[in-house]
């Protein structure tokens, strides 16, 4: 069965103080892993897709890495408007996704 | 583009009272999914739907949840009798095809009194 575990559970960080977020995956067979962004009260908001370990993705402070059995979301000098929740999924053979539980991210000025 | 569009956006019922929600996916997109999301957790998947047929639905509770993709563009998801267990937000998604990334609507806050 499919399974992912995302760490920490919440994170609170200093505006301009760089962190990672990470998900660690069991699936057989992985097709796919996705992360997305969630602010409250909305739908999560595709970020980034990740197909083989090595690859790697960018955009503006947020950079993904994957490995066989994990994936890291770097925030490099995060601002306020990074605030959320990260939410990880991966896609095994059935093509359905898998969430973990996400990370709430607390970026303070 | 216009994203994912769903309604209604907040809805409030008696428990045993019936409840449906309803999705209009991208324009173009084939594959369309119904989610569920607790709080403090991830989404679940209940449907996805390859054109007008559901093709995993493994995890919807068949005696009480029911969906529909007419035509193959929108969708309804049914809740009869729903139960204080199912408040919830009520999440459509919909992608070019099963591969691609999936993009959500706003999402159904539904809560049972």
């Known amino acids: 069965e499919d399974q992912v575990t995302q760490s920490p559970e919440a994170l609170r960080l200093q505006e301009g103080e760089s962190s990672s977020l990470n998900c660690s995956y069991t699936?057989?067979?992985?097709?796919?892993l996705f992360w997305y962004r969630q602010d409250p009260g909305k739908g999560p908001e595709f970020l980034f897709t990740?197909?083989?370990a090595g690859e790697e993705k960018e955009k503006e402070r947020l950079k993904a890495t994957l490995t066989k059995k994990e994936s890291f979301l770097h925030i490099t000098a995060p601002k306020p408007e990074d605030s959320a929740t990260y939410l990880c999924?991966?896609?095994?053979?059935?093509?359905?996704?898998?969430f973990g539980k996400g990370t709430s991210l607390l970026v303070t000025p | 583009e216009a994203g994912v569009v769903q309604s209604p956006r907040y809805k409030i019922i008696e428990k045993k009272q019936p409840v449906a929600f309803w999705c209009n996916p991208i324009s173009g997109h084939n594959t369309l999914y119904w989610y569920r999301q607790n709080l403090g957790q991830g989404p679940e998947l209940l449907i996805r739907?390859?054109?007008?047929?559901?093709?995993?639905d493994s995890q919807l509770p068949k005696d009480r949840f029911s969906a529909e993709r007419l035509k193959g563009v929108d969708s309804t998801l049914k809740i009869q009798p729903a139960e204080l267990g199912d408040s919830a937000v009520y999440l459509c998604?919909?992608?070019?095809?099963?591969?691609?990334?999936?993009?959500f609507g706003p999402g159904t806050r539904l809560t049972v009194l």
């Open positions: 990740l197909y083989s």
């Open positions: 699936v057989s067979g992985l097709r796919g």
């Open positions: 999924a991966v896609q095994g053979p059935g093509y359905a996704l898998n």
């Open positions: 739907y390859e054109n007008e047929e559901a093709v995993d």
């Open positions: 998604a919909s992608s070019l095809d099963q591969r691609n990334e999936q993009f």
